[in-house]
């Protein structure tokens, strides 16, 4: 696959505190064709921070993206070309994030209301760099008319090169709400997004907000080159056993949930003995089970014993034996 042709029809979407190494890793066992996109880290801390520890990810989890958050076209060419060093897929801007920090800084979701600024930083990273430059946005802030704020975005950024637009399908309001609340509030209109694609055949569309089953996915699929799935992917992974087979006419890599989290076992034995705590990988797995009997024993084990000093890979083992009908398929395996 060459550089500038990753397979964009299905994504998981970045989440701070949340699409951490280990979370990438396990959503990578679940299914090999899905875009993974880090959480967005900024510039600075790309620049100035412990670079190794923020930008390390496992060769397992290709094809991923690194998301920045910047709005210095000079430091996001920079950590553009860290990146590709680092041997990342794709590199990401962040033009969505409505935290008061983000805005302070002057970059995310109020960048919405820079078209330019947005097009030279994306102009100086695809410059920089030979891997795809893409952005992910809102159709607009605050009393901004999404037909011409995302219009006007959107021109900016294919303009400058981009090999992607992803859209969170609400506004962003940016006095009031909080960033959860921002999530939750605004309105989805995907219709806009639909209109978004049609009035730009060349370039690629990825929409994103409120998608809870691949049935949904594939709808939107009709009408948008690809999909992005946040929390649903998060809060319940078993969905992603079936987007290889169902979005690529592959195989899921594993019949069962259990054998999924199986296959997570060598993975957490190699981290505990590079002093990882199991919590921090187990916290990405509490909702593999949602729905099986023994889910909750599940969840409820991993939580009070997965965060005790000595747990290790045992413990997590304890806990999947707490799962009823484990080899109950999930999905077909093609
Ligand atoms: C805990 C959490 C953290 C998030 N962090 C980021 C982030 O770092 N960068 C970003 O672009 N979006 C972030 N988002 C937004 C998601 O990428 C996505 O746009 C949003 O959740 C809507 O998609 P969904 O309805 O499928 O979850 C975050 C969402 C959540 C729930």
């Known amino acids: 696959m060459g550089l500038k042709d990753l397979d964009r029809k299905?994504?998981?979407?970045?989440?701070?505190?949340?699409?951490d190494r280990h979370c990438r890793f396990f959503h990578r066992l679940l299914t090999r064709r899905a875009l993974i996109y880090t959480e967005m880290i900024?510039?600075?801390a790309v620049l100035h921070g412990p670079r190794t520890r923020l930008l390390a990810h496992d060769p397992a989890e290709h094809p991923v993206a690194l998301q920045l958050g910047g709005c210095e076209s000079r430091q996001l060419a920079e950590c553009a070309r860290i990146a590709e060093a680092f041997g990342y897929d794709e590199v990401n801007l962040n033009i969505g994030c409505p935290s008061d920090r983000v805005r302070e800084g002057r970059f995310g979701a109020c960048l919405m209301a820079?078209?330019?600024?947005?097009?030279?930083?994306?102009?100086?990273?695809?410059?920089?760099?030979?891997?795809p430059v893409t952005v992910k946005c809102r159709i607009g802030i605050d009393d901004q008319d999404p037909e011409e704020a995302l219009e006007a975005l959107t021109c900016a950024v294919e303009r400058a090169g981009a090999a992607a637009l992803i859209v969170h399908a609400r506004k962003a309001w940016l006095d009031g709400l909080s960033p959860r609340e921002n999530r939750n509030i605004p309105p989805?209109?995907?219709?806009?997004?639909?209109?978004?694609?049609?009035?730009?055949?060349?370039?690629?569309?990825v929409?994103?907000?409120?998608?809870?089953?691949?049935?949904?996915?594939?709808?939107?699929?009709?009408?948008?080159?690809?999909?992005?799935?946040?929390?649903t992917a998060y809060q319940e992974p078993w969905q992603l056993l079936a987007v290889d087979p169902l979005l690529f006419g592959e195989p899921a890599r594993f019949a069962s949930r259990k054998a999924a989290a199986e296959?997570?076992?060598?993975?957490?034995?190699?981290?505990?003995?590079?002093g990882t705590r199991l919590h921090a990988v187990t916290r990405h797995v509490l909702g593999l089970f949602r729905g099986v009997p023994g889910a909750r024993a599940f969840r409820r084990h991993l939580a009070?014993?997965?965060?005790?000093?000595?747990?290790?890979?045992?413990?997590?083992?304890?806990?999947?034996?707490?799962?009823?009908?484990?080899?109950?398929?999930?999905?077909?395996?093609?």
């Open 188 to 205: 989805l209109d995907y219709a806009r997004v639909y209109r978004l694609k049609a009035a730009h055949p060349d370039l690629c569309i």
């Open 263 to 274: 296959a997570l076992s060598p993975y957490i034995e190699r981290e505990l003995a590079r």
């Open 114 to 131: 820079e078209p330019a600024l947005v097009g030279d930083c994306v102009a100086a990273m695809t410059a920089a760099i030979k891997l």
């Open 304 to 334: 009070t014993e997965a965060t005790k000093p000595a747990a290790d890979a045992a413990t997590f083992r304890a806990a999947i034996a707490l799962i009823a009908d484990l080899d109950a398929p999930t999905v077909a395996a093609a």
């Open 42 to 44: 900024t510039t600075g």
């Open 10 to 19: 299905f994504a998981i979407a970045p989440m701070m505190e949340w699409t």
């Open 207 to 231: 929409l994103n907000g409120g998608i809870a089953s691949l049935d949904q996915a594939l709808a939107h699929l009709d009408c948008v080159d690809g999909v992005m799935m946040g929390r």
